[in-house]
């Protein structure tokens, strides 16, 4: 059986130097390859196609037979990597905490163990009639969250 550390060290290689990275490996029964690869900039299917071929170049049909799958993450993909999340700061995201419901804000930072959004809603000033919009940033443990989506916007900038 083909190992997904394999293919890992060999789509890694390939990439090193680029944009390009990869989210995630896995082989399932009947050598059935998987993998997800992302870009800093935004993933094209020229990207996926060409690390396609250089896998195949690279593993040994006659050894071993195997069906190769590369695709990038879907926009219904949960976050899996930081670097990911790094790509994604500025943009809307949903959180799914861990026993507490969701919520939603904007990727302001993360690292190896948190990521921090900033939320904005509306809040009751003490002494004004009317409410104010608030901003505040929080930051939670990525062991807290079971997932992080990136929101989809339509807004024109």
């Known amino acids: 059986m083909i190992q997904a ?66 695709s990038s993450p879907g926009l219904d993909q949960p976050i899996q990597i930081l670097r990911q999340y790094i790509k994604n700061i500025g943009r809307g995201v949903q959180l799914k905490i861990r026993n507490a419901g969701k919520v939603e804000g904007e990727l302001v930072g993360a690292t190896e163990e948190s990521v921090t959004i900033k939320t904005r809603e509306k809040q009751r000033i003490e002494g004004r009639k009317a409410k104010e919009w608030v901003e505040e940033e929080t930051t939670f443990a990525l062991t807290d969250l079971d997932w992080t989506k990136v929101q989809i916007s ?3 900038n």
């Open 154 to 156: 339509f807004k024109q």
């Open 5 to 70: 550390s394999t293919i890992r060290q060999l789509a890694e290689a390939y990439l090193e130097g680029t944009s390009g990275f990869i989210v995630d490996v896995r082989v399932g029964e009947s050598n059935a390859i998987s993998i997800l690869l992302d870009d800093d900039a935004a993933t094209s299917i020229s990207q996926c196609m060409a690390l396609s071929r250089h896998l195949e170049d690279e593993l040994d049909r006659e050894a071993e037979d195997f069906a190769l799958d590369v």
